[in-house]
């Protein structure tokens, strides 16, 4: 067990390596650094001072290095745009975006595992059905469209809910939270609702399949021979050997949920990272976009690891130097 | 018995086609023949979009401002030219729609073809070859996955706009869009055909045609390939449905298709802007128009999955 | 027999009939049986794929797979009746009176729950006991089917036993609240013959020490010969005879019954040719005699006055990765084949014999180029393949040696037409001069194995699996091989098509003077088909000798133990073959 932790950590550390060196490689060679540091009247001299200053002229490997253990302190330059450290940018705005897709993971999974289990388990109910077709529609609606018709219809038409910006915040230490403050939780309520219900969709037609699969398998067909009650095989029995495929993709939906709120976020223009990225991108400003890039692969990781040990926890077939003869 | 499949052999391809379980299961679900309408629609209105479209929406002659920001035609104020208003430059928006499929369609398909080539053949190199290969475009496939196709393409688009001059990123933005959200696909196909290669090829009659002495190529394309193709199709058709969400929310977050040649991403995020001063029609008729679409592309992919497993039914 | 001695039965089943309804009409899967089972009696109902024994067994606990469903009926378990019951009802006869046994071990436990907490949870669910006494019933149930250890053993996961392990904890987990009857579906089938006879042995003990009564359910004749107390004959959904072990087995009555039994290799004796199965529909005869002096198959065959072996096998050696790690210290090895030297001779049947993992499949992949040897060498015509390096060297070689494997379900490429595939080792080494010719060779090579030309246009799911075995037969014979590999040919088969594959291969060997390469487990088929022996274990050739020799005086301790195991059916013999 501790050496298939072992196994996990050492790739997880090569993931980031890989990560790290495409966002050097967008930082170094997609425009010029130099540029976009300066004015159109710096001389060719000045010029190559800042390059020999900022070690441009170094070898690859150097500069990846260097650029590496920048990041891993969470430095990542100055912005081109906003002429301020990229660090302090995305400090500031992070607590904004974990607080959306935290809530908004919370919803999905709150609601999409129970709605999954119940429509596998009463395959062929009218609320099943309902339950299928709706999702259907759910995975047919473009997260900014769910997003605008809210809108519409909460903002504009009933005017209920804000339709733009975090409401009041509180500072807790550097990190401003919304959940404190009810215009905070209102101005919450859409943007949160609009990140999960794509993601909801998806864990509940996933978890449906899988916990299908799993109860056409021999082991629950000999589990009903032997009399057990259905609640017994359903949840005991079915759900458990489901939940091994389930981590995992819910897991990796998690991370995606950081990464779509790209779309939430410019749609009810929150101020996270994803609006600063979607900015970043429209102005090629590239150490934003490196050092997003590099955080959203970090997420992945650690949410990865974690995925790979509640693995440990619910399947013994992974605990393999267990004692136990053959 | 012998006299049935004698039978059998003897009708035409078509007889065949008729006969088989996947119409069988076609006729029986309404939902899918209605979806499948739909779905034809949609294409051959894109595809004949200058002899069906009432107006030419990028002809500037036949715009005029005075037309601009009308209501649909069962509302006060309209225009009966114009049944479901125009926007704010004078342009008819049923037209503008018919247009902006057909741009939504063409970069989607192309889109899909591009990640389904490159994701079967890194599939069925990964799955058949094995090893050290294997595990490298599956790592990069792990990469990938953790982040989400829309994340890579606005990657992809940034980095376009950060390489190429301006005007070149302007003649070149459809070709950016479709390379951008067909490499964010592939990674679906790949391990689908993947996984499905590792079944086939301990399967005995690869194994026979290896001792014909047939070689790796023409293994995996005469005999792998076509018997991967079931659930390839499948993720292919829900992959539409997700290439077309992709480039209209590309567009509607401004990195997309440019404004001039409007796709149903670019109109709603026109008409976005006059949400608020109750013009709400500029954006929810593009906005239905493309739900319609994509959800009559997802309840076909979802019948053919179930059509082509029957035992999930 | 008096009514009143009926009533007794522990169980009854009158007039069932179990229907699956389908797009194309409703298929009766079992119709108007009859049969009744005693306390402390196995009743054994045999009958080939698709006759409709399991069926039975899931209609009993009610269990039909939906949507099917008994349409006529009845089933008295005690004089109760037990079909059409509710759900509640239902589950409280399975498991606590009529316990169920499937075929797979390795798939029927809970990989994710403690062998522990599936038997304390069933025995709570039937018997009114606590924690403490569950468990103590727990373990005594697994020493009871033969666990050593019971008390350590019960705390671990079902991928810690092995599969004749698992097979007694389910046969534990199935007798958990004291059924008194158990449905034992293919309990067997899935294992080594070794572990088949312990557990087979263990179902006989339980039964008759806890008067449970057993339905016993298998293909195998050898299984019920040597475990049931009577016998029900099933054909195509109906019994077609019943009686006890002794009598079918030395009288049948039926016709089916007699082809059926007659059609089991015998191992006591070797036939000329199995008996002819007349009873089986689908039986196919190929036309009498081949004329090789015209025939294709007889053509320009390269024979070298071959003086030597055809194939040599020197210290041949598999190694497989089972783990890899970039330290070489902590890869993990399998050695599947443990330096194996044996020779064919030219028209020689030369046979291996051995349970599943022994390495005989990994040998026949090794001669034909699948798997590239990791030692040794392996000679064909005294050419060193090993040696050859590139396919294009190799390829005339390969041309000489083909295979026929054992699946034929899999072994013929689903979305290829017969013609396809007949024709696709002709078209690839270049054996017809144009196109016509090669479909004259392919319905000539279709003639040859009994399917006639008219096969050529279908795909292989519209046939039998002893017609897809055939197909695969013609295939490797498209190159004209001189010689053939048969890995397990017929274990897939039931033994009516085993007999009519086996009389085919072994005809096709007499008139092209093949050499053959036949591996197989089943020890009766070798003694019928082979000329030379040789018997394996864990990778390793313990044994080769003439199969009479072998037969009747075994040399390795592995091999007498073999022979102890085989099945000693001695059933009915059509008296005319006895030559």
Redesign the interface.
């Known amino acids: 067990m501790l050496t298939f932790i072992a196994k996990r950590l050492v790739q997880s550390i090569v993931v980031m390596l890989t990560v790290a060196l495409i966002a050097f490689s967008l930082f170094r060679y997609v425009g010029d650094p130099i540029n976009n540091m300066v004015g159109q009247d710096t001389t060719l001299e000045q010029r190559e001072e800042l390059k020999e200053r900022l070690g441009l002229n170094d070898s690859f490997l150097v500069q990846f290095g260097r650029f590496a253990v920048n990041a891993a302190q969470g430095n990542f330059g100055f912005s081109y745009q906003h002429r301020r450290p990229v660090s302090d940018l995305i400090a500031e705005r992070l607590p904004a975006t974990l607080e959306l897709s935290l809530v908004s993971a919370f919803l999905a999974m709150a609601i999409g595992i129970p709605m999954g289990v119940y429509t596998a388990i009463r395959r062929n109910s009218w609320l099943s059905h309902s339950f299928m077709t709706m999702s259907l529609v759910g995975i047919s609606l473009p997260t900014f469209l769910i997003g605008i018709l809210l809108i519409l219809l909460f903002g504009v038409v009933l005017r209920w809910l804000p339709t733009f910006g975090r409401g009041e915040v509180v500072q807790l230490g550097w990190w401003s939270t919304g959940l404190l403050t009810a215009s905070g939780l209102k101005s919450l309520i859409m943007p949160a609702i609009t990140l999960a219900l794509f993601q909801m969709t998806l864990i509940m037609r996933l978890v449906r399949s899988e916990m299908l699969e799993v109860m056409r398998t021999d082991f629950v067909k000999f589990a009903r021979a032997r009399g057990l009650a259905e609640r017994y095989v359903n949840f005991v029995v079915a759900l458990k050997n489901t939940m091994v495929p389930v981590i995992t993709i819910t897991g990796l939906q998690l991370g995606s949920i950081i990464a779509f709120a790209i779309i939430t976020e410019s749609v009810f223009q929150w101020p996270g990272m994803g609006l600063l990225f979607i900015q970043a991108v429209g102005n090629v400003d590239i150490p934003i976009m490196a050092a997003y890039l590099v955080l959203i692969a970090f997420f992945f990781v650690v949410i990865n690891l974690i995925v790979d040990m509640l693995y440990v926890v619910v399947d013994p077939r992974l605990r393999v130097d267990s004692a136990g003869g053959h | 018995?012998?006299e049935v499949?004698?039978q059998?052999?003897q009708k035409s391809w078509l007889a065949r086609a008729a006969d088989s379980?996947l119409w069988?299961s076609f006729c029986r679900s309404p939902v899918t023949i209605v979806s499948a309408i739909l779905t034809v629609l949609f294409f051959v209105s894109a595809i004949f979009a200058n002899w069906i479209a009432p107006h030419n929406p990028f002809d500037l002659a036949s715009i005029s401002i005075m037309d601009a920001s009308l209501p649909p035609a069962w509302m006060e104020g309209s225009d009966p030219r114009f049944w479901l208003g125009t926007d704010d430059q004078g342009r008819d928006i049923f037209s503008t729609i018919i247009f902006g499929a057909r741009i939504s369609l063409f970069v989607g398909f192309a889109s899909v073809i591009f990640s389904m080539i490159l994701g079967i053949s890194l599939g069925l190199i990964s799955g058949y070859v094995g090893g050290r290969l294997d595990a490298f475009i599956m790592?990069v496939a792990?990469?990938q996955?953790?982040?989400?196709a829309?994340?890579i393409a606005?990657?992809i688009?940034?980095?376009a706009?950060?390489?190429l001059p301006r005007d070149m990123h302007q003649d070149l933005v459809f070709y950016v869009l479709i390379f951008a959200i067909g490499i964010s696909g592939w990674v679906q196909y790949a391990r689908t055909v993947r996984g499905s290669t590792l079944v086939e090829k301990n399967?005995?009659?690869v194994?026979?045609?290896?001792?014909?002495?047939?070689?790796p190529l023409i293994i995996l394309w005469r005999?792998i390939l076509?018997?991967v193709m079931g659930p390839v199709l499948v993720i292919a058709t829900i992959h539409l449905?997700i290439a077309v969400?992709t480039e209209?929310?590309l567009s509607?977050?401004?990195?997309g298709v440019p404004p001039t040649t409007p796709s149903l991403?670019t109109l709603?995020r026109i008409g976005?802007d006059f949400?608020?001063s109750g013009e709400?029609w500029i954006?929810?008729f593009p906005?239905i128009a493309?739900?319609l679409l994509?959800?009559a592309i997802?309840?076909l992919g979802?019948w053919l999955r179930d059509a082509l497993n029957p035992?999930?039914r | 027999m008096k009514a009143d001695v009926e009533k007794q039965s522990l169980l009854t089943i009158e007039g069932m009939r179990v229907e699956f309804p389908s797009r194309r009409g409703h298929v009766v899967a079992v119709e108007r049986l009859d049969l009744t089972v005693e306390p402390g009696e196995i009743l054994g109902i045999v009958g080939e794929s698709g006759a409709g024994k399991s069926t039975i067994g899931n209609a009993v606990i009610g269990l039909l797979e939906p949507p099917g469903e008994m349409t006529e009926g009845t089933i008295l378990l005690k004089g109760d009746r037990i079909d059409h019951l509710d759900e509640a009802a239902q589950r409280k006869i399975r498991g606590a009176r009529i316990g169920m046994i499937f075929q797979d071990p390795l798939t029927s436990l809970d990989p994710l729950q403690t062998i522990e907490r599936q038997l304390v949870d069933t025995i709570q669910r039937h018997l009114n006991l606590g924690e403490a006494e569950a468990r103590s019933r727990a373990v005594d149930l697994l020493d009871q089917v033969g666990i050593p250890d019971p008390a350590v053993r019960i705390a671990q996961y079902p991928h810690q036993f092995s599969g004749g392990m698992r097979q007694r904890v389910v046969i534990a987990l199935a007798l958990c609240a004291d059924p008194e009857m158990v449905i034992a579906d293919e309990p067997t089938t899935a294992l080594d013959v070794s572990v088949q006879a312990q557990i087979l042995d263990l179902m006989k003990a339980l039964c008759r020490d806890r008067q449970v009564g057993m339905i016993l359910i298998t293909h195998d004749m050898g299984v019920i010969s040597e475990t049931a107390d009577r016998v029900a004959v099933m054909y195509r959904g109906r019994v077609v005879e019943t009686g006890t072990t002794q009598q079918i087995m030395s009288k049948p009555n039926h016709d089916y019954t007699k082809s059926l039994i007659s059609a089991v290799p015998r191992p006591d004796k070797r036939l000329k040719r199995f008996p002819l199965v007349t009873y089986i529909e689908d039986a196919e005869e190929r036309p009498e005699g081949l004329n090789l002096a015209t025939h294709w198959l007889g053509k320009v065959r390269e024979e070298h006055k071959l003086t030597g072996n055809l194939v040599e096998l020197k210290d041949a050696h598999m190694r497989f990765i089972t783990r890899h790690s970039l330290f070489p210290s902590r890869r993990l090895y399998l050695d599947a084949v443990k330096d194996v030297s044996f020779a064919i001779q030219p028209g020689e049947v030369f046979g291996l014999v051995g349970e599943s993992g022994s390495g005989k499949s990994t040998i026949a992949r090794m001669i034909t180029g699948i798997y590239k040897p990791s030692g040794g060498t392996i000679t064909f015509d005294g050419t060193d393949m090993t040696a050859l390096e590139s396919r294009a060297a190799a390829a005339p070689f390969r041309r000489q040696m083909q295979m026929i494997f054992q699946d034929p379900f899999s072994s013929l490429n689903p979305r290829m037409r017969v013609e396809d595939i007949i024709e696709e080792p002709i078209h690839f080494h270049k054996m017809a001069y144009d196109q016509q010719e090669a479909t004259q060779i392919m319905h000539d090579l279709l003639d040859v194995v009994g399917l006639g030309s008219q096969a050529a246009r279908k795909f292989p799911h519209e046939f039998s699996g002893g017609q897809r075995q055939r197909i695969s037969i013609a295939r490797a014979l498209a190159t004209r091989p001189r010689f053939l590999i048969c890995d397990e040919p017929t274990s897939a088969l039931d033994v009516s098509i085993q007999a009519q594959v086996l009389n085919l291969l072994k005809d096709l060997q007499s008139e092209l003077n093949l050499t053959m390469l036949f591996i197989s487990h089943d020890l009766p088929v070798i003694r019928q088909v082979c000329d030379r022996v040789g018997v394996m274990r864990h990778g390793q050739l313990l044994e080769v000798a003439p199969t009479e020799t072998l037969f009747t005086d075994p040399q390795h301790d592995y091999t007498k133990h073999l022979l102890k195991l085989m099945p000693k059916f001695r059933g009915f013999r059509m008296p005319e073959l006895e030559t």
């Open positions: 018995m012998a499949t004698a059998n052999t379980d069988y790592r792990d990469i996955l953790s982040f989400p829309i994340l606005l990657l688009d940034g980095v706009r950060g390489v399967k005995e009659y194994q026979a045609a290896r001792v014909i002495g047939i070689g005999h076509p018997n449905a969400i209209a929310t509607f977050l401004g990195v991403g709603i976005n949400l608020f709400w954006t929810i906005g493309l739900v994509v959800l997802n309840l979802d035992k999930l």
